[in-house]
């Protein structure tokens, strides 16, 4: 375990790769389809240029996975096959959009450690410190939807609304979009303290404030303090069991 006495989270004696410019960790060139009773091996899916683990997640037998400037893929998650494997060349627009990576570290801006990928049954979404932008992909085919020019979103999607969580130091207000058009529904008068992440229940979202935690009701469109739990960075507040932890 970490000994340091230092203020904050010392991540970088944790990890030598944590600060660095390069990170070391977070990326793969192989999908694996592992039986879970027999332990075999169903199917294997290689590339060339590494995955980038923070973009991959699936939906309604669909794995989708990404690589900045590489390529954004789909894959049946039955069989392994390609549904779908998009290059900057035949999708200028998409690749476009997505942008170059963005080396953002901190605990105002959010770590890097932070998934920069959505999905829900009819899209993708990217947002997170290395974005440059919003960016809303149609999950059936890849082609791009919408953007938005501010990026360092912390996403969460609930009911028919995307919920776009800014940071501390960011001068962006957090927003409501519609998911399929981008259309900005609502701003939310609401400040996130630091790097916490907001994670959500049924009717709620919850993250750091300045002290404490606050709980966006859903239905009310209220803003409401619990105090004085203050949740961790990386983890957010966890539901689970019908409570709070």
């Known amino acids: 375990r970490s000994r340091s006495t230092n203020h904050g989270w010392p991540w970088a004696p944790l990890s030598p790769g944590f600060n660095s410019k390069e990170q070391p960790w977070g990326y793969g060139n192989t999908l694996l389809a592992i039986d879970v009773n027999s332990k075999n091996i169903v199917w ?7 995955m980038d683990a923070r973009a991959v997640c699936m939906k309604n037998g ?14 049946d998650a039955k069989t392994g096959s390609p549904v779908y494997r998009l290059l900057p060349g035949d999708s200028p627009q998409l690749f476009d959009a997505l942008g170059e990576y963005q080396n953002r570290q901190d605990w105002r801006s959010n770590w890097r450690t932070t998934a920069l990928l959505r999905c829900s049954d009819k899209a993708l979404y990217f947002a997170g410190p290395p974005m440059q932008r919003l960016v809303a992909v149609s999950a059936d085919s890849g082609k791009l939807l919408w953007s938005h020019p501010y990026g360092n979103y912390q996403l969460i999607l609930q009911g028919d609304s995307l919920y776009g969580i800014s940071g501390q130091i960011d001068k962006e207000v957090s ?6 058009t981008g259309e900005v529904l609502e701003e939310l008068k609401i400040s996130r303290r630091a790097c916490t992440r907001p994670t959500a229940s049924c ?3 919850f993250f750091r ?23 961790n960075c990386q983890d957010g507040v966890t539901v689970a069991n019908g409570l709070l932890y």
């Open 44 to 50: 294997r899916y290689t590339e060339k240029q590494p």
């Open 175 to 180: 927003r409501r979009f519609n998911p399929l």
């Open 62 to 75: 669909r794995i989708y996975a990404f690589s900045f400037g590489n390529y954004l893929t789909c894959l």
């Open 209 to 231: 404030a300045e002290e404490g935690s606050v709980r966006l009701d859903l239905q009310k469109d209220e803003s409401q303090l619990v105090s004085p739990m203050r949740p």
């Open 203 to 205: 009717d709620a979202i």
